[in-house]
């Protein structure tokens, strides 16, 4: 017992002398020329610099550290250090220089540090997935993807996806996939049938600009009287009031009336003026080829509610390239009903230079965007939609203006 307590008293010491070290300034040797006598001086901290050494009646005096210099440790100096000149270029301060610290730089999103150079990070060829995304210290660590996963892209944030399990969608196997391409499975609706695209961007900027910029409170019901061929009945009508905003309403009763309306020789003519500018659109949006990556960066981009990852996943699978950023504006125009798909795009133009976007695509945007604004202004909106439905709406549309 007498053993038990003594051991218990001498870890106790040895604990409060610890204690007491780490509490304590550190010190160092100085030798007093007023009594000839080596004396334990306490270090600087931190922040200060020594102004004088310590005495026999007197401690040390440290001094703050003036600005853009500064100390990070204890210390015996009498000046302190001058903080790093600005950040090089391709990077950004991560923490201004204080007294306790000198100015750390780092390199820009996307980029890491290499012998004194900011490099981009590593993109992970198709077949290969991300196995640690890239830092500021660090490059991207890229790992060819193991039995069952794929990547059909190249980026340096993807990392390999899982192969489609067919059997768990009630689906046959018919091309076994790789480390480059996901399985593919028959029966699958998605694939096998179009892509799908509700409300294509001409039709949509066609009807926009049918509608007035200021109401007059009956002119939905105006719009309805004078649209030729079989009218939209008084249900849909009320019920695309109560759903929608007024700015929205001419939008969506026109898309109704068409869709019951095909075989309408004036309709006929909308679809196919519509289908002509589908294909002008096309050809300046339809190559553009974005990977999976530049989709998810295009889609965020847009105002409003995003669409998702999965269905940005799907609209990958189920349509062609050309098909798929015209599918993914379809999904976004049907989760934001109020929005214009082409303020939208204008919009996400802006902020796609943060996501390092080629330069090749959007200029294609830009081209989208402008052609679109001169087919529905002049070509269409004048010459169809007002002789569509006559003077009498036309004379509406003027007192509204």
């Known amino acids: 017992m007498n053993k038990l307590l003594c051991c218990a008293l001498v870890f106790l010491d040895i604990s409060i002398k610890w204690t007491m070290q780490e509490t304590l300034p550190p010190k160092y040797l100085h030798y007093d020329p007023e009594t000839s006598r080596q004396l334990m001086c306490d270090k600087c901290p931190p922040g200060t610099y020594l102004k004088q050494h310590c005495t026999a009646r007197r401690e040390t005096l440290c001094t703050p550290c003036p600005d853009h210099y500064y100390t990070d440790t204890w210390h015996t100096s ?12 391709l990077q950004h301060v991560k923490q201004e220089c204080n007294r306790t610290h000198n100015r750390v730089c780092e390199c820009e999103e996307g980029r890491y540090l290499d012998l004194e150079f900011c490099v981009k990070h590593r993109s992970c060829p198709p077949g290969f997935g991300v196995a640690q995304a890239g830092t500021p210290e660090r490059n991207t660590v890229c790992k060819r993807c193991p039995d069952g996963f794929f990547s059909d892209e190249m980026s340096s944030k993807a990392p390999c996806r899982k192969h489609t399990n067919c059997s768990a969608l009630g689906l046959l196997l018919t091309q076994k996939g790789n480390a480059t391409h996901d399985n593919v499975c028959s029966g699958n609706s998605e694939s096998t049938q179009k892509c799908g695209i509700d409300v294509t961007l001409c039709e949509e900027a066609f009807f926009r600009f ?5 109401f007059t409170p009956n002119w939905l019901s105006v719009l309805v009287d004078n649209l030729p061929g079989s009218k939209v009945n008084a249900e849909s009508v009320e019920r695309i009031k109560r759903r929608h905003s007024s700015q929205e309403q001419t939008f969506q009763l026109l898309k109704l009336w068409k869709h019951q309306n095909k075989d309408q020789d004036m309709v006929k003519k909308i679809i196919q003026d519509i289908d002509l500018c589908e294909n ?29 990852a999965e269905a940005i996943e799907k609209a990958r699978r189920a349509c062609k390239s050309s098909e798929q950023l015209p599918k993914l504006l379809s999904l976004w125009r049907t989760k934001n009903g109020d929005q214009d798909s082409l303020k939208g795009l204008m919009h996400a133009l802006k902020h796609l230079k943060t996501y390092h976007f080629p330069k090749s695509v959007t200029q294609s945007l830009r081209k989208t965007i402008r052609f679109l604004h001169s087919f529905t202004m002049y070509r269409l909106y004048q010459k169809l939609f007002l002789e569509m439905i006559g003077n009498q709406v036309q004379s509406v549309k ?4």
């Open 210 to 214: 049918a509608v007035p910029t200021k």
């Open 398 to 401: 003027i007192s509204c203006l």
């Open 280 to 308: 002008s659109v096309q050809r300046h949006i339809g190559h553009a080829n974005l990977t999976l990556d530049q989709l998810r960066s295009l889609m965020e981009s847009l105002p409003g509610k995003k669409v998702g």
């Open 78 to 89: 009498e000046e302190c250090l001058y903080c790093s000149s600005v950040c090089k270029e």
